[in-house]
């Protein structure tokens, strides 16, 4: 069995997902501060806190008017059922899948209520609502009436105190095609059914200043804790009484000598003279206990010269942290194998594993994740695979490019009604409509260059070299000459060099992930479609594959794209940039670099009597360049430029709109850095 899909209501920035899950790895990514770190939030709260409590400010933004509704239907004397529908609660929905054919479905058996023999689904919901009986207790002493701002401000200071005191946590089974037929369950039945584990993104090892900076050892604690479980394997049991041996053995020389002499040390009570004692005295006893010995006082080492042993702190932090990760992974399992009733499902959480890790390494680490589970059965003999699934969250560009596709499922940050919230978007369905090949291409593509479109607010799809090179230097200048006008700088930006022939293969990928997209272009004219470069003036269409496709239907002619409005060139979040004449009835370059220098014709000596000549002189000149050493040039030694027209207006649209707006009111945008 796994988990197939989990739903979050009203948590935080998670006013209402869904995630779909991978029956092995599931991989998380976006922007900062996406919800990323809310979702294993929530699961925690619901399936390892004791007593699963949840604040006022837990609760989505967006959830925020329904407690005022809810306010306004109990003064208007509305019957409790109304109320309640009214009140928002934060919602954990799991559903599983498993084989019907299976004997033995174990602790997911007692959630399973429909009676359809053709369903394989059980559906699992948490909540976290107010609790019986407690409406006139939520709303006491409230004003009556809509709420100005003040009172909104003062009903929710007294909400702070009142949601932990009266909501509750509740668990129930529910038929995954009637939502009316459900079994009240506990808490620890879900536990049961469902084990966790967690492999924080802060983990304590470059921390010098800590007291606990020899964070392995402490896992040793929870590796010896499962090997003396009684459902260890004998192996595991045998290490452990032994380990438990060695510390009798210490135990008793130490009630031998070191009592003897710590009990010369304590005073006897009669030197005190107090009657009554009744010639009581005190003893000592020292007591070992072999956890305490593994994690406080039991060093891991690294093996040096001459014998001499480095401290766990002596190894690089990269080598630490994925030591730390994969024992963790041993613990969690070693734990999961020792429990006395086996969960359905082991749902085990990593963030940010690229930590410290150099970039080779981080992709070795999310391909080989998988595999560790199955080779930690099958080293280990046990009579059943380890039914684990991971959830891991990054923001390395590395670990999202080599996990592929399928298994990215990305976090967008939006803004609904001025109120953010989280978009989760699934990429094995968002491209599903997407050619296999355009698939496999933009996989590749992202591999090869370590592209970060997950992790950006805004991206650039450029021709070339030249592009690259300059448009840093482009930028620059415009925020310079312009400074009262959205600056890119302050924005996080991705630049990807794609050239004409490759752009329109992004467009599915971009319109999906909702990203604000320039793609700078070159007209390419030609003397028939198929036919050979010639100037823009004596061209009749345009080899560009991107330009083609963006205008697809229409007339691709060089004069017919420099005719189009800026509306035309604007598509959803996209919008295309290619060579337009400097000024109305100015020479048009054909690329970039003749475009640059038809912007600065003095500077190039370009000449000519007509426009057409002057474009003419310009591609003259371009042929005799090396384009790698002009923009080169132009970008570090000369910058006293122009830059071309249609770059500038491109970067305008690009920097006046689209980034998601960050919303403070809450603090949510603090306490969710995921």
Known sequence: MHIQKVTVKNFRLLADVELVLEDQTTLVVGRNNSGKTSLSEAIRRFLVDHNPKFEIEDFSNASYDDFCEALKAKNRGEQDDIVRALLPSIELRLLFRYDPDQLDLGPLSDFIIDLNPDCNEALVVARYELRDGAIDSLFADQRDGDLTDKERLAFFQVLRDRVPALFIARVWAEDPSDPINQKQMTVSALRVLLKTGFVNAQRGLDDDSSRDTDVLAKILEGLFTAAKAPTANEGEQRIAEALQEAVRDIQQSIDR????????????????????????????????????????????????????????????????????????????????????SAP?????????????????????????????????????????????????????????????????????????????QTKIKDLREGLRKTPEEHRKFLHQYLILTRCDLFFADKAVLIEGTGERLLLPVIIEK????????????????????????????????????????LIITDLDSVVAAGGGACPVHQGVATSNACLNTWFEGGDCSPAALIAKDDDSKVAGLRRIAYQIPEAQGGPCGRTFEDSFML?????????????????????????????????????????SWTAPGYI????????ASGTPETNATTGQAGVDDG
């Not at 206990?289 to 093996?303: C, F, G, W």
């Not at 039914?387 to 499922?409: D, L």
């Not at 959205?486 to 467009?507: C, D, R, W």
């Open 478 to 517: 415009l925020e310079e000459s312009e400074p009262d006008v959205p600056k890119l700088s302050n924005q996080y930006m991705t630049t990807i060099e794609v050239g004409g022939a490759y752009a329109h293969i992004f467009f599915s990928l971009l319109d999906f992930l909702e990203l604000r997209t």
């Open 257 to 340: 000598g070191f009592k003897e002499e710590l009990r010369k040390l304590m005073p006897t009570l009669r030197t005190f003279g107090y009657p009554g004692l009744d010639g009581s005295e005190l003893e000592t006893e020292t007591t070992l206990d072999v956890e305490r010995l593994l994690s406080r006082h039991t060093k891991v080492r690294y093996a040096g010269h001459h014998g001499i042993l480095l401290p766990e702190s002596y190894t690089g932090l990269g080598v630490r942290n994925l030591i730390f990760i994969l024992l963790q992974i041993v613990s969690f399992y070693r734990t999961f194998r020792a429990e006395t």
């Open 344 to 420: 359905g499902v082991h749902l085990v959480f990593i963030e940010e594993p690229e930590a410290h890790l150099h970039p080779q390494m981080q992709e070795v680490f999310i391909r080989q994740v998988s595999k560790i589970a199955q080779q930690l059965s099958a080293d280990e003999g046990a009579p059943l695979p380890w039914p684990v699934q991971f959830i891991v969250s990054t923001h390395s560009s590395h670990v999202a490019n080599a996990a592929g596709f399928e298994a990215i499922r990305y976090f967008l940050p939006t803004s609904v009604d001025s109120v953010r």
């Open 599 to 639: 912007a600065n014709m003095e500077m190039f000596g370009i000449d000519g009597d007509t426009p057409d000549e002057q474009a003419m002189c310009a591609g003259r000149k371009v042929d005799n360049i090396k384009k790698s050493e002009f923009a080169l040039k132009y970008a570090i030694d000369e910058t």
């Open 648 to 655: 500038l207006d491109g970067l305008r649209w690009l920097a």
